[in-house]
Every structure is written in C-alpha cells, then in structure tokens.
C-alpha cells in the first residue's frame, strides 16, 4: 500500500516537472492564439529560449541573468514573428516554421562557436541553475501517513520555474477573463475588424499578446536547460512546441482544459518511461514508440470529432488587413 | 484561407517581372547578408564561406552530380507542397510522407530480390507512391469531412511516422544480429542505376554521385504537374476549389473530393522522395533518411510560386545550399552542417514569410520612373 502511494506520488512528480515547460510553451501559445496569431514557431522560440539561457548562465554563473537572456531571445523571435505576420501580413505558419529551421540550426551553430563542445553548452555547475525550492516542515510531517509523503514527494524540491508557471496559470485565467487587456485580446481573435472600429490598434494588441507569447516561450526554454536540465543540448525541445500546440488545440484554447491536456501529455510521458520494458498481463511488452506517439493520437482523434469539437478563434491565422 | 492575397497593384504600373524575379531576388540576398552577419558573429569571414559553399556545389562535376541528388528530394516535395497549395491546403506532413514512401520502396526492394531493376524500380516508384498517399489520406479526410485542421494533423502525423518507423526498424525489420536499426542491404541487382553507370551504357562518362535515375523521374513528375494542373478536368476542378470553395460548390464540385485527390497526389509526390534516397542511394531502410526534406518542400514551393519551372530553380537553390553548406565544415573547424539549417530558416522567413517586405519600396519606385516617364513624354 504505502509502495504504491510512493509510485503514485511519484508519478504525479514526474508529470509535473515534464508537464511545466509544455504548460508553459502552450500559454504561450494561448495569448497569441487568443489575439487571432497561429504561431507554429513555439518550438523554435523554446529553443532559443533553452540555448540562451544556457549559454548565458554558463558565461556569468548566474541562472538568473540566464533566464533574462531566454526570455529576451523568445521577445526577439516573437517580434520577428510579428514583423512577417503582422506588419507585413505574412503567412503564419511560414513563418512559425522558417523561426523552427532557423533556431533548430542557429543554437547549435552559435553553441559550437562559442564553447567548442558539438553544438551544446558545457554542462551547468549546480551554482548557475535555477534552483529548487525547499519547503519548511518536511521532516515534521514526514511521520504522517499519507500528508507527509504527499508534501515531500509534490510539493517539496520543485523547481522555483514551477511555481512561476503555477502562477501564471492561475494569472491567465485572471487576465483572459478579467481584465480590460484579456477582454480585448479575445475580441482581436474573434473579430479584429469590430476592435478597430472600436478604436483599438489591432496590430498593437497582437504585438502586445506575441511579446508575452515571447516571454513565456523563453521561460520554457530556460526550464529545459537550466532548471530540469543542466545545460544545452541539441534538438532538446524534442517536438514539446508542437506537442504545446497540440494541447492548446486539445484544452480549446481555454486556460482550464489547457492544463488539463498538458498534465495528460506529461503524465503518458512519465508513465511511458515507467511502461519501458515491463510486461503487461495478457499484452506483453508494448513497444515504447507507441506509448511515445500516444498524445499524437490523442490530438487527432480529438481534431476528428470524437472528444468534442475544438473550435479556434474565429481570426486565428488570418492577417488583418484595414480596409481602405 | 492560408493563402495570403498577393495584393496585385496597378494593371501596368509595375511589369510582372518585378514579382516573380526582382523580388525573390532582393528576398534572396537580404537573406544571404544575414546570414553573413551570423557567419560574422562565429568568426568567419562571409564572403570566403559563401564563395566556398558555392564553388562545393557547382564548382566541379562531382559536386554537381551531389547538388542534383539534393535538388531531386526537394523537387519531390516541392511538387507535393505546391498541389496541396493549389487547393488551398498546406501540407506540412510532407516529411512523415516522404519517410513512409521509402518503407514502401524499401519492402519491395526488399522482397523483390534476384528481380530485374526496372520491373523493381517501377513497383516501388508504385510502392511509395501508394505508402505516402496512404499516410497523406488520413489527414485529407479528417479535412474533408470533419473539418480538422490539416496543419496540425500533418504535423501530428509526422509525429506518429518517426514513431512507426523507429519500432519497425528497431523491432520487426532489423537486420538479424545488427545493432544498427536499419534493414538488410537490398541485392545489388534491384539498386535503382547512379547517373553515372546509366550514362555509362551510353558511353557517357561522369564522375560517380549519388546522383540517380530518379532525378528524371522527378522531372518527369514537374511536366506530369503542370499537365495535370493546366490541362485536365480535374487539375481545373481542384484549383477552383483552391482559389474558392464558395464558388467550386456551386459550380457543382466537390470540396471534399478534391482535398482528398490533391492530398492523396502531394502524398505520393513526397513518398518518391523515397525511391531517390532509399532505391537509389541508401540501398537499405534506415532510420531519419528524409531529415527535413518534407519542411524544404514548403520553401521550395513558396520561392517557385508553386509553378513547375519555380519549384526546379527553388530546389536547385536549395540542393546548393545543401551539398555546399555541408562541405564547409570540412574546411572550417568552426562551422557544422547545421550552419545550413540557419541559411533555409533565413531564406523560408524572407522569401516566405516577408515576401512583400520590399514590394512597397520596388513599387514606389517603379510608379516614380513610370509617372516622370509620362510625364515627360506629355510635356514633349
């Protein structure tokens, strides 16, 4: 019994600390989508985000300054994204996809450039990553059934990103629903034509909603690297931005079931590990890949129709163009 | 929907070589001066490594026949991009395709050994055509009939192909006793000819590449396009729908259909990517052989404006970029293949998705030059 709470607890622990950069990456996506912006190049900015940190926690041992130089690259890349598909009323998903190609080449380019070690950082002293935060009373509760191995094994030794994101969850919430800035980012998504009338710039508000797409990629990022991860390796997002997308799409575009779907993607992950190998009674082994591809399925059959239909911002994806 | 308007200016005011030439050009080179800025920030000198990526591809008959091998994949994909465009949809599921089309050229390679190379060739020209177009439809009916979004499914099912892939390489088609998740090599006899050996019968000799016969068939498959597109009922029907569904249901056609004929043609144009890599060059199913060629396609498309002729100096383009941007890091200790990566993501982003950033200005001046060229020839 208390084996099997262990496991549990566990688990869960695993699903939340893989769970934290897909949340964020996916709210990310959430306030661009909201404000009528596809952005295909979550991963990219992730990325960058991850490499920068990285490297600049690397040169200064500081993980602070690292997260800084993350969030700074993912505001960079967003605005670039906003250039082509705002300002010049580019296609989105080009040019979500060329920000991909670009970071995918450009991290271990510059990586290799600077530290000379095959295209990833040197590995981070414990000094220059983003700390875990360690709660008060642990030892005291440990005596207690079921609270105690509940408060060391979740709450206790989190990584301080992951009350951030905690936080941010809840803040988006707050904000979408309301504030003033949400009430209109939900307007420019749905009918970007009635906000300019109304007086608002609709660029100025989908700058506005890239900027904390930017931020919140780049905090991602910093996770993987310099939180979770202990330096930057190539490829380290590993598809998590589409994955983002993916249960964007899945939580329709709502803070809630947004959560929700990021907390099922990381728990199939973390089960997945645990699944390697094992024999199941009456199945026998199942391949890894095709618990890997699960949350894949999932997104298309929820796409198909068969979970509930998914449906977008109605402005999602089209640039505005004022009438003249 | 995700076809942006082009926004055509004045009949007249700007001559239409601006848009299809001048500007993919300016795009072109705004795109190499950055990536010479990032050449900069790593210490090199810009002009010496483009000059060398340049003379790595073109320079020498070899290198050329490399080039060509590239630019046959992204011929390939290029096509599959584009005829989705034409219906208005947008394949980024080019890359899951391109790697199922080689399973299918690869199990009748496979299958098929001790059998004379054309009959092999044609059934897995035939194989991967059928594999991709299989792995494209899923995709195109979930479109077509319950309206889900097909960029996202095709990225998911490019997700799902690694995935398929790496279990029947690693699990059910290994080679017995290899450690190496990759098949057994093909027999010689099914290889799909180099270049150089099918020249060779002609008494034609070029130095040796992994250039194949499939580059003609990837010719073979632009002239098929444009006659499919231009000429035939359902090239017509599958365009109207592209440029206005609204209007395509009225005039009696179906949506549905043509998503689903249009997917099932970019599938199979993608899946031939296999016959080049894995008939003709790998000789064994193995893992990742298509590496990105599916997300080129959609660049290759946007810079040859989805007509045959563009998507052939598109994918010229960018097979130069890919062999000689792979022959730098040979010569610069500092610079790796993914340097490459960095120049595409620049030209996708500039001749994709900015592709009018210098229209404004290219047309002011041109209507500049027009009106005081009128404006003198009423004073005279």
């Not at chain 1, 979500?96 to 290799?112: D, E, F, Q, R, S």
């Not at chain 1, 300019?196 to 506005?208: E, F, I, M, N, P």
């Not at chain 1, 390697?276 to 949350?295: D, E, N, R, S």
């Not at chain 2, 059928?130 to 499914?153: C, D, E, N, Y």
Request: with cysteine; charged share 10%.
């Amino acid at each position: 019994m208390e084996d099997a709470l262990l496991l549990a607890l566990q688990l869960l622990g695993a699903t939340i600390r893989v769970a934290t950069p897909l949340v964020l990456a996916a709210f990310a996506g959430m306030y661009c989508e909201r404000a009528g912006v596809v952005d295909i190049g979550l991963e990219g900015k992730m990325l960058a985000g991850a490499f920068f940190s990285a490297a600049v926690a690397s040169t200064t041992l500081n993980p602070w300054l690292g997260l800084l130089a993350g969030i700074a690259a993912g505001m960079a890349l967003a605005m670039v994204h906003g250039f082509a598909c705002i300002t010049h009323n580019g296609n989105q998903v080009v040019s979500g996809m060329a920000i991909n190609i670009l970071v995918a080449g450009l991290a271990p380019t510059l990586a290799y450039a600077w530290f000379q070690q095959g295209g990833q950082t040197p590995l981070l002293p414990n000094q220059a990553r983003l700390p875990a935060v360690e709660l008060p009373g642990v030892e005291a509760l440990s005596g207690v059934p079921f609270l105690g191995p509940v408060y060391r094994e979740l709450f206790n030794g989190n990584n301080v990103l992951i009350w951030v994101t905690l936080v941010l969850v809840i803040a988006t919430q707050w904000v979408l629903y309301r504030t003033r800035f949400g009430l209109r980012l939900r307007a420019v998504g749905e009918n970007p034509a009635a906000v300019d009338t109304a007086g608002l710039s609709v660029a100025r508000l989908r700058y506005q909603a890239l900027l904390v797409t930017g931020v919140l990629t780049g905090m991602a990022g910093s996770y993987l690297s310099t939180g979770h991860g202990a330096g930057f390796v190539r490829d380290m997002t590993a598809g998590k931005g589409y994955l983002a997308l993916a249960a964007l799409i899945f939580g329709k575009w709502r803070p809630g079931p947004t959560l929700f779907a990021c907390l099922l993607f990381a728990f199939t992950d973390a089960v997945q590990v645990r699944l390697q190998g094992v024999v199941l009674p009456g199945i026998g082994v199942i391949p890894v890949q095709f618990i890997q591809m699960l949350p894949y399925v999932l997104t298309v059959l929820l796409l198909a129709g068969f979970v509930g239909k998914a449906i977008a911002p109605k402005a999602s994806g089209i640039p505005y163009v004022k009438e003249r | 929907m995700l076809l942006s308007g082009s926004g055509k200016g004045q009949p007249g005011a700007v001559p239409g070589w601006v848009g299809y030439a001048l500007l993919p050009v300016l795009n072109l080179v705004a795109a190499f001066v950055l990536s010479g800025l990032v050449i900069l920030v790593i210490g090199e000198n810009p002009v010496d490594v483009l000059s060398l990526l340049l003379s790595e591809a073109l320079g020498y008959p070899e290198a050329i026949g490399y080039t060509l091998y590239y630019t046959t994949d992204y011929i390939f994909t290029g096509l599959a991009v584009a005829i989705a465009f034409h219906c208005g949809l947008f394949n980024i599921g080019g890359e899951g395709q391109a790697y199922l089309g080689g399973l299918g050229a690869g199990l009748v390679a496979l299958a098929l050994t001790g059998w004379p190379w054309p009959v092999v060739a044609l059934l897995a020209v035939l194989a991967s055509a059928l594999f991709g177009a299989a792995w494209a439809f899923i995709p195109a009916w979930l479109q077509a009939k319950r309206g889900s979004h097909i960029v996202i499914t095709t990225i998911m099912f490019n997700f799902i192909a690694a995935s398929i892939m790496t279990w029947l390489l690693v699990d059910v088609l290994i080679r017995p006793g290899s450690q190496s998740p990759e098949t057994r090599e093909f027999d010689p006899g099914v290889w799909l000819p180099s270049m150089d050996r099918a020249l060779g019968w002609f008494g034609i000799a070029i130095p040796a590449s992994p250039l194949n016969l499939s580059f003609l068939w990837a010719l073979a498959c632009c002239a098929l396009f444009h006659i499919f597109l231009r000429r035939t009922r359902w090239g017509y029907e599958l365009r109207t729908v592209g440029r206005n569904e609204r209007a395509a249901v009225y005039a009696g056609i179906s949506p549905a259909r043509n998503i689903i004929i249009a997917m099932l043609i970019s599938g199979a144009l993608a899946g031939f990517v296999g016959v080049n890599e894995i008939l003709g060059v790998q000789h064994r199913v193995i893992l990742n052989f298509t590496g990105g060629v599916g997300f080129v396609g959609i660049a290759v498309a946007l810079m040859g404006r989805n007509h045959p002729v563009g998507i052939i100096l598109a994918a010229l383009l960018f097979g130069v970029l890919a062999q000689g941007g792979g022959q730098l890091s040979f010569e610069y200790p500092t610079i790796n293949r993914e340097l490459v990566m960095v120049i595409q993501g620049l030209v996708i982003l500039f001749a994709g998705a900015m592709e009018n950033l210098f229209k404004p200005q290219v047309e002011a001046l041109f209507r500049r030059r027009g009106g005081t060229a009128a404006a003198e020839t009423g004073r005279g």
